[in-house]
C-alpha cells in the first residue's frame, strides 16, 4: 500500500457519497480524505478487524469475501469505482463483516473514523448530508437484497410446485400423493387416521388417441383434471399417476361415504362434453368420457401406501371387469 496526494478524480465528485454536496461542502470533506494505492491481492481491511477508515473506490475493482464455518472463504460480491465502503463498522463501532481484498491494482480515497467524526460535530449541515447518502446507499442495497431474496423464493416455490405437481393438469403427482399417504400412515397415540383412495382411469381412451393423436387426448386429460379440481373438498388431494391414471386422496373419510364422492365424480365426467379437432382437418367431434373407479379404505384395507394402493386398483379392475363406468369399493377376498 502506498499513500499519494488527494485529486479531484471525477469518479470521487460523483461518488453516492456526495450526491447532495454542493462543491465548497465536496473539497471541505475531501480535504479530510487521502488516496491510497492498493496492489492486486492486497487486503483493505480483514473481517473481524476494527473498523477504523471508511473508503471510496476510485479505480481498480474489490472483491468481498467471508469467512464460513469451515474456514474457508466464500465469494459475496465485486465493488466498483465510485461505491464506498467501511462505513457501517465505524457508524456502529462494530468489527468489519467482511474482507475485502483488491481484485487488481486500485486506488481508494480513505477517511478516517476520527475525521468522519470531525465533520459530523463541526459541520453538522454536511455531516446530515453524509449520512442520508449513506442512509439512501443502504436502502437501495437492501431493497435490491429483498427483490433478490423475493426472486429466490418465488424461484423456489416453482421448483416446489414442479417437484410436486404435474404439467399437463397441473394436479399433484405420484410422489406427492404417495408421500401424504405415507404421512398418514404415521401412527400416533390414536393410531392411523382413517382415509380413503379413489383409484380411476378413463375407459377406452386409447382409442381416443389413435383416432384424434396426442392432442385429443390431452384434452380429455385435461378435462376430466378440471373436475376432479372443482368437485375436490378442501383438504382431497387429487393426483395424476401418468397417462389417464388418477388417484383421489380423501381423508378421514370412510368407505360409503368415499363412495359418494366417487359417484359424483363418474357422473360429472360423464356429463362433459370435450370438442377435439379431427387430425388433418378443421372438422371437430365431442365426445364422452367414461371412468372406471376403485376405492380402498385404511385402516380397514391396508396399513401402508403399497397395500393400499394395491386395493384401491383390484378395485378398480373390478369396476372395469364389471362392464366400465362405475365405481367399485374393495372388498377382501
Given at each position: 500500500m502506498s499513500i499519494l496526494p488527494p485529486i479531484q478524480d471525477p469518479v470521487l465528485i460523483n461518488s453516492p457519497l456526495f450526491a447532495s454536496m454542493s462543491s465548497l461542502e465536496f473539497?471541505?470533506?475531501?480535504?479530510?480524505?487521502?488516496?491510497?494505492?492498493?496492489?492486486?491481492?492486497?487486503?483493505?481491511?480483514?473481517?473481524?478487524?476494527?473498523?477504523?477508515?471508511?473508503?471510496?473506490?476510485?479505480?481498480?475493482?474489490?472483491?468481498?469475501?467471508?469467512?464460513?464455518?469451515?474456514?474457508?472463504?466464500?465469494?459475496?460480491?465485486?465493488?466498483?469505482?465510485?461505491?464506498?465502503?467501511?462505513?457501517?463498522?465505524?457508524?456502529?463501532?462494530?468489527?468489519?463483516?467482511?474482507?475485502?481484498?483488491?481484485?487488481?491494482?486500485?486506488?481508494?480515497?480513505?477517511?478516517?473514523?476520527?475525521?468522519?467524526?470531525?465533520?459530523?460535530?463541526?459541520?453538522?449541515?454536511?455531516?446530515?448530508?453524509?449520512?442520508?447518502?449513506i442512509g439512501a446507499v443502504q436502502n437501495s442495497w437492501l431493497n435490491q437484497s429483498s427483490k433478490h431474496l423475493r426472486d429466490l423464493v418465488q424461484w423456489g416455490e416453482t421448483a416446489r410446485r414442479r417437484a410436486i405437481t404435474d404439467e399437463l393438469t397441473g394436479l399433484y403427482n405420484r410422489s406427492f400423493l404417495e408421500e401424504t399417504i405415507k404421512d398418514r400412515f404415521k401412527t400416533?397415540?390414536?393410531?392411523?387416521?382413517?382415509?380413503?383412495?379413489?383409484?380411476?382411469?378413463?375407459?377406452?381412451?386409447?382409442?381416443?388417441?389413435?383416432?384424434y393423436g396426442p392432442a385429443g387426448g390431452d384434452k380429455v386429460i385435461i378435462a376430466t383434471a378440471e373436475v376432479l379440481k372443482h368437485l375436490g373438498r378442501p383438504g382431497d388431494i387429487a393426483a395424476r399417476l401418468s397417462g389417464d391414471e388418477f388417484a383421489v386422496l380423501l381423508p378421514d373419510t370412510a368407505g360409503q361415504d368415499a363412495v359418494t364422492v366417487a359417484e359424483k365424480i363418474r357422473e360429472k365426467v360423464a356429463n362433459q362434453v370435450v370438442t377435439v379437432t379431427r387430425p388433418g382437418s378443421s372438422e371437430t367431434d365431442e365426445l364422452h368420457i367414461r371412468t372406471s373407479m376403485g376405492i380402498a379404505v385404511a385402516p380397514q384395507h391396508a396399513d401402508n401406501v403399497r397395500d393400499l394402493s394395491f386395493a384401491a386398483d383390484t378395485a378398480l379392475r373390478k369396476a372395469k371387469g364389471l362392464g366400465r363406468n362405475r365405481v367399485e369399493l374393495y372388498e377382501r377376498a
Open positions: 473539497n471541505a470533506v475531501t480535504a479530510f480524505m487521502e488516496r491510497r494505492h492498493f496492489a492486486a491481492g492486497e487486503a483493505i481491511f480483514n473481517e473481524g478487524d476494527h473498523g477504523e477508515d471508511m473508503f471510496i473506490l476510485l479505480s481498480g475493482s474489490l472483491s468481498a469475501h467471508k469467512k464460513q464455518s469451515d474456514g474457508t472463504m466464500r465469494w459475496m460480491f465485486d465493488i466498483v469505482p465510485g461505491a464506498f465502503l467501511g462505513e457501517m463498522s465505524v457508524i456502529a463501532g462494530e468489527p468489519r463483516s467482511a474482507t475485502i481484498t483488491a481484485r487488481e491494482d486500485s486506488d481508494l480515497m480513505v477517511l478516517q473514523g476520527i475525521d468522519f467524526y470531525r465533520i459530523i460535530f463541526d459541520h453538522p449541515m454536511m455531516g446530515i448530508k453524509m449520512l442520508n447518502s400416533g397415540a390414536v393410531g392411523v387416521r382413517e382415509m380413503s383412495l379413489i383409484m380411476m382411469d378413463l375407459d377406452k381412451v386409447h382409442a381416443i388417441n389413435d383416432r
